[in-house]
């Protein structure tokens, strides 16, 4: 049985080692350690959409063992992935996800466009408009992430008028610059999703 050690790993990265490691081992029984509820939570419920049975162990409350058996019931990683097809953009406003604290919020926002690497199905484009443009300018972290989205086939975008406006545009590492001409057409054009 393999065990993955999970520990010290914020969310969704448990879960994104955890469904990987299934599919590419085609492993029928994991146990995935983590070091907090949510995590534990989080696994149970990816568990169901693949068709395993989780069982929660609690060791202490900053050490989980979940442990996932596959059972055939619920749904497979196809029925679980059928409705996920088709392009999509991201559209980014702010350099933040969320109203909150802000170190949280940009560590969210941060999170999320990970989670976009790990995805079945990438974005066709990642826009990037107002604050939103801080992101693949001075963000070393996303940047890595964005070049991985490029890598497999996602086109970043820029808005030009918002890299002046936060004196950025010399600083852009990663995709092109556009114009909201074309970000608005792209919005019409392809379902969206915006995570700020």
């Known amino acids: 049985m393999k065990i993955i050690d ?3 790993l914020a969310c969704p990265r448990p879960v994104i080692l955890t469904k990987k490691a299934i599919r590419e081992e085609n492993l029928e029984e994991v146990t995935v350690k983590v070091d907090n ?3 534990t939570e989080n696994l149970s419920k990816m568990a169901k959409q693949l068709g ?3 069982d929660v162990k609690t060791n202490s409350n900053t050490d989980y063992e979940v442990h996932l058996v596959k059972t055939g019931d619920g749904e497979s990683v196809a029925v679980a992935e059928e409705g996920l097809c088709g392009e999509y953009v991201v559209a980014i406003s ?3 996800m969320g109203t909150g604290d802000e170190t949280f919020s940009k560590n969210l926002l941060e999170g999320f466009i990970y989670a976009l690497t790990e995805q079945d199905i990438t974005p066709t484009y ?5 604050t939103g443009v801080l992101l693949p300018s001075l963000n070393e972290k996303v940047i890595g992430d964005l070049k991985e989205l490029e890598k497999k086939g996602t086109q970043v975008l820029s808005c030009g008028l918002c890299l002046n406006q936060y004196e950025v545009k010399e600083k852009l590492q990663v995709g092109d610059i556009t114009n909201m001409y074309r970000i608005a057409e792209l919005m019409i054009q392809y379902k969206v999703v915006k995570p700020c």
């Open 94 to 96: 702010s350099d933040k």
């Open 126 to 130: 990642v826009i990037f408009y107002n």
């Open 6 to 8: 999970a520990m010290g």
């Open 52 to 54: 395993f049975s989780a």
């Open 37 to 39: 509820k949510i995590a």
